[in-house]
């Protein structure tokens, strides 16, 4: 099973492929998706949407793991990255209808078995988990591949957290 993961943004998409086959995981690419913050909103939604697209006819996935978003303060960045975040999903639905989503406890849960492990025990997780020699940069990206990793983890229960 080839499942894309995503952490969602409007500067920064990151995303994580993994297969799995019940047993091992093996990561097959990962990145980021960049949009120039001097640009209008709707032109950076276009590039992820097209990003977006390119990513799933190239890696084919069977499944696509979305964190969920979680905001504090700011409602003018929640607005546009949930806008962000729309765009991803409709690209998704568009190529393939199994789309999940996680909130961050739940991968963090997923990843390290502690549902408050900070980001840098996450991070360490997912090389250890994965045998990588290096964390995956930038950050976001990092946090997709964690995203499918928490999927796979959590394949029983698919339909529990399938929009």
């Known amino acids: 099973m080839r499942i894309l993961g ?3 943004g ?3 998409v990151g995303y994580g492929v993994i297969d799995y086959d019940g047993y091992n995981m093996k ?3 990962y990145g980021a998706i960049n949009t ?3 640009m209008w909103v709707p032109e950076r939604l276009d590039i992820i949407f097209d ?3 390119k990513l799933m006819e190239r890696f084919r996935p069977d499944d696509i793991a979305f964190e969920e ?6 409602q003018k960045t929640a607005i546009d990255v949930a806008q962000a975040r729309g765009v991803c999903v409709m690209a998704a639905y568009r190529l393939n209808n199994h789309i999940f989503e996680y ?3 739940q991968v963090k849960q997923g990843v390290t078995g502690y549902g408050k492990a900070d980001k840098k025990q996450v991070q360490l997780m997912v090389k250890t988990i994965l045998g990588l020699s290096d964390i995956p940069k930038p950050d976001d990206a ?3 591949v964690a995203v499918a990793i928490c999927h796979s983890q959590t394949i029983n229960y698919r339909n529990m957290n399938k929009y």
């Open 6 to 8: 995503i952490d969602p």
């Open 10 to 12: 409007l500067a920064i």
């Open 27 to 29: 990561l097959i690419d």
């Open 36 to 38: 120039p913050a001097k």
């Open 51 to 53: 990003s977006m697209t």
């Open 69 to 74: 978003l979680f905001f504090q303060n700011n």
């Open 103 to 105: 909130t961050p406890l």
């Open 142 to 144: 990092a946090d997709a």
